[in-house]
């Protein structure tokens, strides 16, 4: 009932409906196979090592570890891994060495958890893994040692050691695919940068620098992906090196980790690019068709280096492809060279160049296969 003596209809509470069906959630389930498993073999064998190597009653921190490790550290490199299982150990035995100086209660439990929670933001720990680390610090502030246990710094630290152990034991021995991690993320950079190349060519097609524009920008968004993929090739190194069940993956994984940087060359190549037919079409230039042609044609060998890079081909058609696009915009100079058809033509050949590198032709190879003249 309002103020003015009108009835005001209550609105109904609705919770927000998830977007996510129960399918997506089935699929994710299946993703997760790997995750659950170190989960479950990692906390067992932890409170097992514990429990009946050391003979340590309250063995509770074993397991904990084992998870906030695992949630941690399963995408970090190596020594930032080994850095978190020390990291879990020492927050156990500071934080119980502080208990032993402050006691128990429930200001030194706030202490505990505020100190806990500072402790692991500064060292990069976040998501489920903060939130096991919180738990960890409630534990080690309410759960009273039993008498006649021993030093509990000494046994927490242990148990804590022995489950972050455990924890990066499973990391190592149930490792992600290096290989699908990376190829995903290429073939996500891939199908963008061979959209760029459409546009492009659909720009120059149509004389439409509205098209080129907004092939511009999705070109200068590429700088994140080839970012994310820069730090996903050194994660997947390390795992195929540390790993014995990724080692015979090394040699698969050291083309996409090889390509990295030359991925990198076209994606700047395909900026310069789309910018020249940008400028090329505001003022009002039109050049021969064999400039969207070449442009096209690059495309589509940019899809056979994805698919070959995949598959572990040889190439073959995406060699010729781009090649083809190199000859096909060369060819049309003569007739209209300005500095505009001039520069797209250049940054064409760049871009094949850049991707024949990815598929193991050597400089000299590309000089004699893109060297060509009207």
Known sequence: MS???????????????????????????????????????????????????????????APIAAVVVITAGGGLRGRTLFEVVVGVALGVLVGELIILTIGRGPAQMALVVLLTVAAATLTGIRGLALTQAASSAVLLAAVVPVPGAGNPALTRFLDALVGGLCGMAMVLLIPRNPVRDIDAEVQRLLRQLASVLRGTGRALRESDSTVADD???????????????????????EIARMSPLRWRQRDHLALYVGAVRDFDNAIRDARVLARRASAMLRHGETGPDALWLSVEELAEAVDLVADDL??????????????????IAVEALPATMTLNTAAITAQVRSIAADLLYVCGATRDEIDEALDVGP
């Open 3 to 61: 103020g003015t003596g009108r009835d005001v209809p209550l609105r109904r509470i609705r919770l927000l409906r998830s977007e996510e069906t129960f399918v997506d959630r089935l699929r994710l389930l299946r993703r997760r196979w790997r995750l659950m498993l170190r989960l479950g073999a990692a906390s067992s064998l932890a409170f097992l090592v514990a429990t009946q190597v050391f003979g340590h009653q309250q063995a509770f921190f």
């Open 215 to 237: 092939a511009l920008t999705r070109a200068r968004g590429l700088q994140s992906s080839i970012e994310s993929l820069d730090a996903t090739a050194a994660n997947v190194s």
């Open 310 to 327: 995949s598959t572990l081909d040889d190439f073959a058609g995406a060699r010729e492809r781009l090649v083809a696009a190199v000859r």
